[in-house]
């Protein structure tokens, strides 16, 4: 898996401590590359239709997180495009 954000082993998001390992990336929510599953398929129809945009109001308006991120990580996990062990 190769993630924009990704370069010489550093996060340039600086997410995760700066340094993640590839299980970390596998889950993450700002990874940004190909497709790693079916969840990330999901959350760019969201963002194209706009339903992240209702995600995000609920969650300022509740103060509860939508939980989105965990479908997307869940949906990854069981429905991978490819190997997401971090071996290209």
Do not use: W
């Not at 340039?12 to 940004?32: D, F, I, M, N, T």
């Not at 190909?34 to 209702?54: E, K, M, N, Y």
């Amino acid at each position: 898996m190769s993630c924009a954000y990704l370069h010489d082993g550093s996060c340039s998001r600086g997410l995760h401590g700066g340094r993640p390992s590839q299980g970390v990336c596998a889950v993450c929510s700002e990874y940004k590359g190909a497709p790693r599953g079916a969840g990330d398929i999901v959350a760019i129809a969201a963002t194209v239709t706009g339903a992240s945009l209702v995600a995000s109001a609920f969650t300022k308006a509740t103060g509860r997180a939508c939980g989105c991120d965990e479908r997307r990580a869940a949906l990854n996990a069981a429905l991978p495009f490819s190997d997401t062990s971090g071996k290209d």
